[in-house]
Nanobody, 123 residues
Framework: VQLQASGGGLVQAGGSLRLSCTVSGRTFSSYVMGWFRQAPGQEREFVAA????????WYGDPAKGRFIITRDNAKNTMYLQMNRLKSEDTGAYYC?????????????????WGQGTQVTVSS
């Protein structure tokens, strides 16, 4: 399974970005898909996750009320719409895929990872 994240960039505080993650190599629709982020010197942090049927998306505290995770199984692509961005949202954003029933917020439960896309929010 190969994951390719894209859509990062430089944005002013209060602005928006949409990240994409395209998956190839296996049946995309079977996987739980997640977004994580990592700032320099910090641990990788859970942002959001979505099950194969898009039911009950799960958000980490930084994302609640501002970010929206969606997926299009026909396009093998997952998205993260990020709104009202803050400087503390700056970091590398990684998409990940896994086959688990629980623990969607845990890094260790994801078997496949993309290369990361950088998001920089200027204040």
């Amino acid at each position: 399974v190969q994951l390719q994240a894209s859509g990062g960039g430089l944005v002013q505080a209060g602005g928006s970005l949409r990240l994409s993650c395209t998956v190839s190599g296996r049946t995309f629709s079977s996987y739980v898909m997640g977004w994580f982020r990592q700032a320099p010197g910090q641990e990788r942090e859970f942002v959001a996750a979505i099950r194969w049927n898009s039911d009950s998306p799960w958000y980490g505290d930084p994302a609640k009320g501002r970010f929206i995770i969606t997926r299009d199984n026909a396009k093998n692509t997952m998205y993260l719409q990020m709104n009202r961005l803050k400087s503390e949202d700056t970091g590398a954003y990684y998409c990940a895929a896994g086959l688990m029933d629980s623990g969607l917020q845990s890094v260790r439960n994801y078997a496949y990872w993309g290369q990361g896309t950088q998001v920089t929010v200027s204040s």
